[in-house]
């Protein structure tokens, strides 16, 4: 059996999220008379919903001043928590300290400061939180004796457990407790030093601590050995697939949330009504038209095969004509799109296993970091935000692009950057037809696009060509040629652009050139 310390007699309540707060206190109070001592905006909630509480200045014969800045930073506060029962009762005695068995705190809301528009550095300051974690870590490190919840959400648990014990809590429980305690001061703190950073320009600290929450635990990893478990970002604001809403359909894989992430950057993208499709984090069709209905048909023409149970993003409403079509020819295992209308929702319903997904902020980007773990390390590199503008080209065959095929090769450009190097893509008329993904081989990743497309029914000629990376030889622009693709956009830089160049202008291909590379490994 699990060994239970003394019956609670006594517990320090002061929270910045008062949810549940009046109940459980209530019960504290009533059921297992148990003494509150209380601060502030917490002792006013609790008078006010008619719960007996002392005021921390009267349990301490020291004010609250400086605004409330100094109010538990007492040693009749610390003393309390940190009291070893049995051992330090002379010590307390001398110097009137009480024992504190329970502590209920959590912090000033400090994250939620911090994401507003246009929060002043002087907000945010006052909104960290000093005497809260001493608090807590004081509780937390004395856990033999003391119980500490941060978290609201435990309070009916720990009523529970509190009258199975007759008013005591298990050594377990409050282990238990205390790790979660000392866990969510590391986050408080990790919340702050990455804020004062982004202040002070360290892109990247000399240390860098977690700052994720867990969501949910998935039925397995990237294959069904493999566990896992989805974690978000506590500090941002809900431009990523963990703060869509999910309206119908089972939980997300992972898979589903890595491929899912990819459909949004890319759909992110463009401006016009654009459908991406992406299957295997490789988009296999993406399109834009004037009408989002006509943008994700012509995504599905583009490779109907891959689109088979793949993810489709939307950067405009999805309305009941578009969710019919999608209906009608596929299966599919997400859709996400910055609104669902009711008719959509009720057309989708039938198919009851897609998850449906609507994200508010589809076309607000999302710069900061990604992250790669490695074998006792982690690789970080700034989100790859870059982008090209007619303006940015540098044209370097002999043949201007007509302004038809400087489009084509923006669009071509635009989805290159989301394939998996090495990346070929050929577009037209603002759709892709041919990508090849992920191959050893530039020359290889070339042959697959066009074989793609001719598979499909596509006309390659005057198709463009976009390359995420410089072509190291001619043999890729010779592939181009010989399937009738008359514009290339590439970064350049290879040794060999003379000679790659060289190959252009002899088939008439116009070649532009970025600057700007986009692996994606």
């Given amino acids: 059996m699990a060994e239970t310390a003394e019956p609670i007699k006594r517990a320090l309540v002061s929270v910045a999220d008062k949810k549940g707060l009046v109940e459980f206190c209530r019960s504290l109070t009533e059921e297992f008379k148990i003494e509150i001592v209380s601060t502030g905006g917490t002792l006013k909630t609790l008078r006010e ?4 509480a002392i005021e921390i200045s009267k349990f301490t014969n020291f004010p609250e001043i400086m605004d409330g800045r ?25 110097n009137h300290i009480l024992p504190i068995d329970l502590v209920v705190v959590n912090l000033y809301p400090f994250i939620e400061t911090v994401s507003k ?19 807590v870590r004081s509780a937390a490190k004395n856990n033999k004796y003391v119980g500490v919840i941060v978290d609201p959400d435990d309070y009916s648990l720990i009523l529970e457990e509190i009258k199975k014990n007759g008013g005591s809590l298990s050594q377990e429980t409050r282990s238990s407790l205390a790790t979660k305690a000392f866990t969510h001061t590391a986050n408080y703190d990790t919340v702050i030093s990455g804020y004062l950073s982004s202040l002070n320009e360290q892109d990247f600290p000399d240390r860098i601590f977690a700052k994720y929450q867990k969501k949910e635990i998935m039925r397995y990893g990237e294959n069904p050995h493999q566990k896992a478990a ?15 809403i999910q309206l119908q359909g089972k939980q997300l894989s992972y898979n589903n949330i890595a491929d899912t992430d990819t459909a949004i950057e890319c ?3 463009f401006e016009e009504p654009t459908c991406v499709i ?21 995504a599905f023409a583009a490779d109907a095969t891959s689109a088979f149970g793949g993810i489709i993003a939307l950067n405009r ?8 079509q999608i209906i009608d020819n596929q299966f599919v295992e997400v859709i996400i ?44 590199q700034e989100a790859d935000s870059g982008a090209v503008s007619a303006k940015d080209l540098k044209v370097v065959s002999s043949r201007e692009p007509s302004a038809k095929e400087i489009q084509d090769c923006l669009f071509a450009w635009k989805v290159c950057k989301f394939v998996k190097s090495n990346a070929i893509v050929y577009a037209k008329d603002n759709q892709t037809v041919g990508v090849g993904a992920g191959q050893m081989s530039r020359i290889d990743s070339a042959q697959i696009a066009a074989s793609k497309a001719k598979e499909r029914g596509f006309e390659t000629q005057g198709c463009a060509m976009a390359s995420d990376a410089f072509f190291p030889f001619r043999d890729g622009v010779d592939v181009a040629a010989s399937v009738g693709i008359t514009s290339i956009i590439q970064p350049g830089g290879s040794i060999k652009d003379d000679e790659v160049i060289e190959a252009a202008n002899e088939a008439d291909i116009a070649m532009i050139f970025t600057g700007m590379r986009h692996f994606r490994h």
Avoid at 117 to 135: K, Q, R
Wanted: glycine residues 8%; negative net charge; proline residues 4%.
């Fill in 117 to 135: 528009e246009n929060v002043t550095l002087a907000e945010a300051i006052e909104n960290i939180d000093i005497g809260g974690p001493s608090m």
């Fill in 49 to 52: 919903g008619k719960v007996s």
């Fill in 267 to 269: 759909v992110r993208s």
């Fill in 278 to 298: 992406i299957k295997h984090a490789n988009p296999c069709g993406v399109a834009t038209d004037d009408d989002i209905t006509k943008a994700y048909q012509k």
């Fill in 70 to 94: 100094v109010k538990t930073l007492h040693p009749k506060v610390h003393g309390g928590i940190l009291a070893r029962r049995n051992q330090d009762e002379e010590i307390m005695e001398q």
């Fill in 230 to 244: 989805f974690y978000i970002d506590t500090t941002k604001t809900g431009n990523g697939v963990g703060n869509a």
């Fill in 337 to 380: 799109a910055p609104g669902i209308s009711s008719s959509a929702q009720e057309i989708l319903s039938s198919k009851e296993n897609i998850r449906v997904l609507e994200m508010e902020k589809m076309n607000a980007l999302s710069p900061g970091f990604k992250f790669l773990s490695v074998t006792d390390g982690l690789l970080v």
């Fill in 317 to 324: 409403k999805l309305e009941e004509k578009t969710a019919q």
